[in-house]
């Protein structure tokens, strides 16, 4: 890069992250976010809600780095300290935020609930900052400019962090600082492992130039790739990323289902909707996280109708309507179960296509020959019946996951092309 | 407290933990471990792999606490500058230390590969350190101490620096200070936001003695209430803490549903195995994540037997059964249907307690007299049919989740007492 590098310190405040209560994921993302907007973090630190230790460690980042990030400690109790010490710190005093209040007050009124004065009090801000409006929830973040530097402080609870971070905050940085350019390209796949992938694309990733990198992202059942292009041309770098993200077509194409950040269940949703299909779900393995991927996408009505979670052995008989002998001969985890499931689900909820999920969550309920992670799945429509039988985890929060992707990869896979 | 406190600094080197590539686990582990064993983290710290950088760090957490534990940087590559930077900062030689290269050899022989030159150089420790045994790997960890202050350096990797602490670090810090003993009692409620609880219990707050402090831990649906307790007997702060948590049941009893980490699903579970009650679901807006809570405990096929997943007006009329009427009178989000849907599917799965869920999740399907985020809940058993109306937040995620959770509570709250 030609130009400086714009440095940033992630400041996060609460005791329950010093005491090993919880994980700080906030960190990460906030990283991650940063590094995409060509912002380098440089330093972490974490300090427990004491008066003089916020206010050191303020002091010290000043210091060190042209913004500093600070979250946690805005709640409305005693022992949220940021407020106060950022008042301190920039020495000004607080006073009550009208616009803030107002938006304080609407987000208990729409909730129907009444407005404490501990929540009113959340709406003092110090004088000398720019109030961040928090979409999600009541403390309102801030934003201080001094000497070229900025402080910006942002609620700890994450969805609150997260939409403040990505609609203002990123987006002000980026008109305060003159950030490099920087252009990320996703390309995301389903139903190969990381390991595999890797192999396949070798030769291809060898091959980028010193200006590109590249990343496996992995979570369960998907493998993300991100090329990350530094240069001065946005329009140069994604000619180059999109080029690059071609080339993989023909090595890896059928385990690709999208770019970006589009999940596979909206890519699955967005198939559906072109074609004018509809689909019914009976799950029993899955218990109900399969239906839940499918829903959390906004509009889904269009083509999810319903579904089925056959949970015990008499609702799958009785209200599904798997006929007893088969449920008898060759148990709930089976080939022949499964299809009746797709296919009786698919005729009952009067939809073009069904899926299914039967298997051994665990950690109960294993044999032999099903062991816990053995689980059947099975898309039906009109024309077919397609079974898998997927051999998973030894955990029962990993194969409940892993079967539902796989499901939704499964659809994918069998829908015919436009 | 009686005594001084003793205070450590948890450093963490690595570029990797500021580009949010990985999340920092090791962090919360060791404050876990290090809060039971009456030592209290006072800062977490995170910089990349630069010497000043890291140079600085050690200077910086020496002024401020005891003992500074210092993970990552001990790998063989040229990006891991810990050994040489705390050399430095001791002011000693790098030197090869014969034990350690005989359990490095060993370590590579047990495993039959050959130790490479880059992996020999790990046993050259600085002159200045005791060395502590590396059970799970490669890189010897260190032991320096100096004007009644100890740095402790250990590898990055979760298992090896895990093997480590357990085994000799904490049992070398507990010979070598004189520690408190900290005992944590955790309160969990649900049904009751921050504020709320915050204003019950403020009087109870404000009465904790000096050597007690409360945290408020929030999440969606719930607020945990940790009680941290710091002296010399353990028996007698459990019995203080326990005292202190029985306080709270005349205040907010009705919210509390447990203690420690047991989340909601695994007690409401509980409560139905041990009156031996059997449960259905019938959840429209919730999409699957209520049946997903109530499922992700092993062994709920004990009371869980099923779910109907009635999306659409459909199969809402056609598989579940709500009376057409009702649906074109009054809607799907209203108390008559919400009424319907749980005595229906308690009736029709043969189970002893029915629960449903409809609401508008958002973002589309508002009306002006029922906004996004308004949700109905209803709980039916042979005696009475409980209904509630929520009114949640504009995002769809949120309400999937709350509304979930606000089922669990009102099941909770409709069991009769054993």
Redesign the interface.
Known sequence: MSQTTITAELL?IG???????????N?????????LAGI?????????D?ED?IIGAFA?AEKRVDIVLITGGL?????DLTKPCLAKYFNCGLKMHNEALAEVTAFFT????EL?E??RQQAALPECCEKITN??GTAPGMWFQRNGKVFVSMPG?P?EMKRMMTDIVIPKLKQSFKTPVIVHKVIRTVGIGESFLAEKIAAWENALPPHIRL?YLPSLGEVKLRLTAIGDSKENLEKETDALAEQLQPRVGSFIFGYGETPLEVVVGQMLRERNLTL??A?SCT??????L???V????DY?????????Y??KM??LGVKPEVLEKYGAVSEPTIIEMANIVRA???TNIGVATSGI????GATPEKPVGTVWIAFSDKDKTVTRKLQLSPD??IN?KMASVAVLNLIRQNLNPL
Chains 1, 2 share one sequence.
């Open positions: 996060t005791d329950e992250l010093l005491y090993g209560q919880i994980t700080d994921t960190a990460q993302w906030m990283s991650a976010e940063l590094s380098k973090v440089v330093r972490k630190t974490t300090v427990g004491l230790e010290e709640g409305p109790t005693n022992d729409s909730r129907g609930r404490t501990v929540n979409k999600m609870v969805h990343a019914s779900v799950e218990g109900g996280y399969l239906s839940h499918i829903t959390s906004a509009g889904c009505s999810y109708l319903g579904t089925m979670i056959p949970y015990s008499e609702v009785r209200q009952k909820f009067n969550a665990g950690p109960g029962r929060g409940i």
